[in-house]
């Protein structure tokens, strides 16, 4: 804390004795009531202490010489320990301080021991005593005292109204009362006590034409004070009500006046009265006062002048004493709107143009009605003019659907300059008063161009602001500014010395504008430069709607389509893309503003995602609804590769299988194709016993002749039941050669073949089935069955044929079932060959067909029958002629 000391070091010593005097005092009297009840006393005692000065307090010690004065220390609230600094050590048994008293909140000053001996820490309630210091701001004189007395009905209240405002400030504990004291001829009032800063005081009754003196007192525990006094005569606090029955008049022969007329709120007897004037157009909020010397007198009417013909104005009217011209003026009187009477119109129609095709080919001519138009325009007049004169003219009724004149735009008329060089526009205003004056148009189909430099566009509270840069060399006319939104166009017309304005057009929030300014040479419209701007931006009314993805194996193209124009509410700034996937935090990619397409990377394949686009504007964002898309399982080109790869393999392992078998044609050919003997190319002779085709050379071993056998027909059929016995029992092997007879040739009687399935003579099989064998046929030299041969086959024939082909099972054993008269064997529809081991399968008896037999009728021998065979012939005497013949050659028999 700071310690601050007074100047006079002779009065601080004196109250210092002053307060020891009175502490011995006080210790006296508590030794003698309060017996050893404390030990350290305190003062002084004050019920308050004023903020922002200096306090000086004095602890003494008594009926104790436990401690001394260099055993107390001072503290603030038990908390703050006030520094030795501020601490005076009086004597051995008194300690004073000096501290400042600030905060608004009340505190104690507690003096204390520090010592810790044992009497001390046995009774520490004794070693400790305080101050309460109660807080508070001294009273101040009160500012802006001000006192009105109403109106009420035809007289004025009784009641003084006061306000004032309060200087100072005020505690909790200690607040500042306020009192508000009147005084004229009659006596002096007072108002009750306050702690706001407004009260009343009753006069009884308001007493006119006396002198009022009005001030306010404020006081608290520190003091009390005066405000300044308020002396003014009595109607001067008087507030009478507005005046009444207010009326505006218009009149036909003056269309730019508006006649008013009044009441009087109150009688002349008891106050006179001033008035005061103010009106405007209806809808704007700039008033126009009438200088109080022109209704400084009685009065209860007043002529409006230089208005506008066919304009509606706002008037109101109020009143105060008019004697010192002071006091508190009347509320304003209600509305009171009149509209003044039309004239024709003063000044141009605001004419302009719309640009349209490829070249500025077409022209749209629009005007708005004339600044001044002192009326409800009916129609145009137009005028197209060229280079020879006035080319057609045209009345174009006005827009009447349109209500307020000063915006309405009206369409005139389109025209075309592809075939002209220009076309000069004259336009003219008509209402029922009359018609204004012409204003004209150049329109040049150029291609020079004539622009302002450095647009700039901004807002400003509430307002759109234009600035631009007058272009070098070019001699202005004029400037025109121009929004336009949605179709809907506005402009405003700027002097040749501007070059800064603000937009006076009504604009709305959240609506982009495309500004633009044209510069006026001589009538001539020359090219734009434009910017677009918005009044006030927000967050879009919609996100982007996500059109497309292309999703890939690790990737996703995305396409989306911008907010519409309308529903963007200011610039997109960028666009923000967050993407998951499922039970993930979703990862976010910043996009600028230009693009309407991102391709994400880094995705994993074959799995789900979810994406969302939010674009934002300065003011906010807004999100798209979520789009799901999957990427592909495989990347691209992995199914190609697969294919391409197991397709190159495969050719390969083919282009290897074929090399393979080239190179080893001949071992596949011999285990897959062995070489088969061909029976068709055997040598096939036709001999007879009388002409032998070649003389052979008769075999070792080799019975030669010719044998005659008798044999019946139980010992035939005996022998193919034998036979058949032996086929069933050995199937599949070849059978003695004695079975066979060698027709034509020697007959190998003595080395008969053995079977080829007896076990130990399997290594001879090659060599039995590689041997030559001979087949033959036999044809009778007699008919068959009553049959006449014919004259050249008298005598019997004998076929031939010398082949390798090996013997089947069913050649060397025919299985022949004997029965009583002839059958019919149906055999297969070609004959069948059976080669080599193949063919060692046995046959039934009965399955002739598998022989090839050719269908014949087939009788078994009589017993009286009588076979001869021999190397030059064979016969066979039977009562019906020929016997058929057996022709293992082709594996069956067949008739000769």
């Given at each position: ?15 210092m ?5 009175g ?13 050893f009840?404390?030990h350290?006393?305190?003062s002084?005692h ?11 307090a ?11 004065a ?27 301080v000096t501290?400042l008293i600030?905060?608004?909140?009340s505190?104690?000053l ?9 009497y ?11 101050i ?11 500012e ?5 007395a ?23 504990d200690?607040?500042?009362q306020y ?8 006596g ?33 525990l ?13 109607n ?6 507005p005046?009444s029955k ?12 508006l ?7 109150i ?19 700039t ?6 010397g ?7 009417s ?20 008019r ?10 009187s ?21 640009s ?12 708005k009605?004339?600044?001044h138009?002192?009326g409800?325009?009916t ?18 009724p ?7 004149s000063e ?5 005139l ?5 592809a075939?002209k ?14 018609t204004?004056?012409?204003?004209c ?7 020079e161009?004539t622009t ?8 400003q ?9 007058r272009?070098?060399?070019t001699?202005v ?22 070059t ?13 504008y495309?500004?633009s300014?044209?510069?006026i040479?001589s009538?001539?419209?020359w090219?734009l430069?434009h ?10 009314e ?36 967050s ?16 693009n ?8 994993l ?8 686009i939010?674009?934002?504007?300065v003011?906010g964002?807004?999100n ?7 990427t ?13 790869g ?29 070489q ?25 071993n ?8 008798d ?26 050669e ?8 020697s007959s ?12 130990d ?20 030299s ?35 079932s004997?029965?009583e008269g ?8 070609r ?30 021998l ?14 066979a ?10 022709m ?9």
């Open positions: 804390m700071k310690l601050l000391f007074s100047s006079g070091a002779v009065v601080m010593m004196s109250s004795v002053l307060q020891l005097f502490l011995a005092f006080v210790a006296s009297v508590l030794h003698a009531k309060h017996e009840s404390t350290l006393v305190t002084p004050v019920p308050v202490v004023e903020i922002g000065t200096n306090f000086t004095t602890c003494v010690i008594v009926n104790t010489v436990e401690v001394t260099d055993s107390l220390y001072w503290n603030l609230s038990e908390s703050s320990v006030v520094p030795e600094k501020n601490y005076i050590k009086i004597n051995e048994s008194a300690l004073a501290i600030s905060g608004e909140e505190e104690w507690f003096c204390s021991c520090k010592k810790n001996s044992p001390v820490s046995l009774n520490k309630s004794k070693f400790i005593h305080g309460y210091l109660k807080k508070a701001y001294p009273p101040r004189r009160v802006n005292l001000s006192c009105v109403e109106q009420d009905g035809k007289l004025v209240s009784g009641f003084l109204n006061c306000k004032w405002d309060a200087v100072g400030g005020q505690t909790e200690v607040k500042t009192t508000v004291m009147v005084q004229h001829e009659s002096t009032y007072r108002s009750t006590p306050t702690l706001l800063n407004k009260t009343m005081v009753d006069l009884g009754f308001f007493p006119h034409f006396m002198h009022f003196d009005v001030w306010v007192v404020a006081d608290n520190l003091g009390t004070v005066e405000s300044e006094h308020l002396k003014q005569d009595a001067e606090f008087v507030k009478t009500d005046p207010v009326t505006a008049f218009p009149e036909e022969l003056f269309p730019n006046c006649l008013i007329k009044w009441e009087h709120p009688e002349d007897v008891r106050i006179k009265l001033t008035y005061q004037i103010r009106y405007c157009q209806s809808g704007s909020h008033w126009s006062y009438i200088p109080l022109d209704t400084d007198k009685v009065i209860t007043f002529r409006l002048q230089n208005l506008q013909p066919n304009s509606a104005y706002v008037i109101q009217m109020r009143c105060r004493n004697e010192g011209n002071s006091g508190p003026w009347s509320n304003w209600a509305n009171e709107t009149k509209t003044t009477p039309e004239d024709r119109p003063r000044s141009k129609p605001d004419l302009w143009q719309l349209g095709g490829d070249h500025g080919e077409e022209v749209q001519i629009i005007c009605d004339p600044k138009a002192n409800r325009i129609s145009f007049g137009l005028i197209l003019y060229n280079k020879n004169g006035p080319l057609e003219q045209e009345i174009i006005a827009d009447q659907n349109q209500n307020s915006s309405r735009v009206t369409v008329k389109k025209i075309s300059l075939d060089q220009f076309v000069r526009v004259c336009v003219n205003a008509n209402n029922s008063k009359g204004s004056p012409e204003a148009l150049i329109l040049v189909r150029s291609s161009k302002v430099e450095k647009l700039k566009v901004w807002t509270e509430g307002q759109m602001f234009v600035e631009w840069k272009p070098n060399n001699a006319s004029e400037y025109v500014v121009e929004w336009a939104r949605h179709g809907k166009t506005d402009w405003q017309r700027e002097n040749k010395t501007t800064r304005t603000a937009i006076k057009g009504s604009l709305e929030k959240f609506v982009r495309n500004v300014v044209y510069v040479q009538g001539r419209v090219k430069v910017k677009e701007a918005y009044l006030e931006q927000g967050a879009p919609q996100g982007p709607t996500i059109n497309k993805s292309y999703p890939a194996y690790d990737n996703a193209h995305l396409v989306w389509d911008e907010i519409p124009l309308d529903k963007r509410r200011g610039f997109i700034t960028n666009y923000n893309i993407y998951r996937k499922e039970n993930e935090a979703p990862k976010s990619i910043r996009v600028a503003a230009n309407t397409s991102y391709t994400l990377t880094e995705l394949g074959n799995t789900k995602y979810e994406v969302w939010s674009a934002s504007t003011a964002s807004k798209s609804n979520p789009h799901s898309f999957t592909l399982r495989y990347a691209p080109g992995t199914i190609e590769g697969i294919v391409v197991v397709s190159l393999g495969f050719l390969f392992f083919v282009l290897m299988a074929l090399l393979l078998c080239f190179l080893k044609k001949d071992v596949l050919k011999e285990n897959f194709w062995p088969i003997p061909n029976p068709g190319e055997s040598t096939i002779g036709n001999w007879s016993p009388d002409y032998p085709p070649k003389e052979e050379t008769p075999k070792e080799c019975v030669s002749g010719v044998s005659v056998l044999v019946g027909v139980c010992e035939v059929k005996l022998g193919f039941e034998e036979d058949k016995t032996s086929l069933s029992l050995k199937k599949g092997k070849y059978l003695s004695e079975h066979s007879s060698g027709i034509g040739g190998c009687m003595s080395s008969p073949r053995q079977s080829v399935s007896d076990s003579e399997g290594p001879d099989l090659a060599d039995s089935t590689a041997s030559t064998v001979q087949y033959s046929s036999v044809v009778a007699s008919g068959y069955k009553g049959q006449t041969p014919s004259s050249h086959s008298q005598h019997s024939i004998f076929s031939r044929s010398e082949s390798t082909q090996p013997l089947l099972d069913s050649e060397e054993h025919p299985d022949v004997l029965q002839c059958r019919q064997v149906q055999p297969p529809p004959p069948s060959l059976f080669t080599g081991a193949e063919n060692q399968n046995s046959m039934e008896s009965d399955d002739f067909r598998l022989l090839g037999v050719e269908q014949h009728d087939f009788c078994p009589r017993e009286d029958t009588e076979l001869t065979t021999g190397p030059d012939s064979l016969s005497d039977t009562e019906s002629g020929a016997v058929s013949s057996y293992p050659q082709l594996g069956g028999y067949r008739p000769q």
